[in-house]
């Protein structure tokens, strides 16, 4: 019988040393991903388009360990246009309405008091969970289809209240966070937050592509 082979002294902290770079590479890929929506979303109506092709590219990642290619996103990223503006209009106006409320709330303009503007910003909270689970759903389907989406996440979420509440949370936590920290940092955490999400669903089965 063979005498076992003596494992290296120094495997450990090479081992260790990798996982640090995986990880830092990871934390790197999320923040340019974040700094990519950003900048498609400039023109403000393709923000929707960005963040389902920043999605799509998430969910690449998950299922096949790689980004995907430029051309693959800059193709998934024109399909989106059509139906992303108008989605982009819709959430715009809503989060207006949403944030007036909030500040007529806070400066004491509507009655209500303590209480109301508690509960509003739970039901901010709420809707921004919902968004960002359709968010996810359109990436799982390549960046399109978000009524379908939309009615998909609309019935499973009272199904799995839990996936819901976190990703409210999650939601919140970077629009508190996104106040806090400098201007320059919104986009890094806008990719940590695409992405926090996506872990939070990822047990959801993957449904056939549809068109927008």
């Known amino acids: 019988m063979s005498a076992p082979t003596d494992v290296p002294a120094h495997s450990d902290t090479a081992l260790a040393r990798g ?12 923040a340019l991903l974040g700094f990519a929506v950003a900048l498609a979303a400039l023109p403000v109506l393709t923000l929707a388009p960005a963040v389902a092709t920043a999605g799509a590219a998430l969910h690449d990642r998950s299922v096949t360990g ?31 309405l949403l944030a007036a409320d ?41 960046g399109r289809g978000w009524r379908a989406a939309a009615r998909r996440v609309a019935s499973s979420c009272p199904e799995r209240p839990g996936v819901w509440a976190a990703a ?10 996104g106040v806090l920290v400098t201007p320059v940092a919104v ?18 089965p993957v449904p056939a592509p549809e068109p927008s």
Do not use: K, Q
Not at 19 to 30: F, I, N, Y
Not at 168 to 177: M, N, W
Not at 197 to 203: E, N, S, Y
């Open 19 to 30: 996982d640090w770079r995986d990880t830092a590479r990871e934390a790197t890929d999320l």
């Open 66 to 96: 790689a980004w995907p290619d430029a051309r693959t996103s800059l193709a998934r990223f024109g399909r989106a246009l059509p139906a992303g503006l108008a989605v982009s209009a819709v959430a715009l106006a809503a989060a207006a």
């Open 102 to 142: 909030l500040l007529a709330l806070t400066t004491g303009r509507v009655p209500g008091g303590g209480p109301a503007l508690a509960l509003t910003a739970v039901v901010v909270a709420v809707l921004l969970g919902y968004a960002g689970l359709v968010a996810v759903a359109v990436g799982r389907t390549g």
């Open 168 to 177: 409210s949370g999650v939601c919140a936590l970077a629009v508190v966070l």
């Open 187 to 204: 986009p890094i955490l806008g990719g940590y937050t695409l992405a926090a999400l996506h872990a939070l669903d990822a047990r959801r």
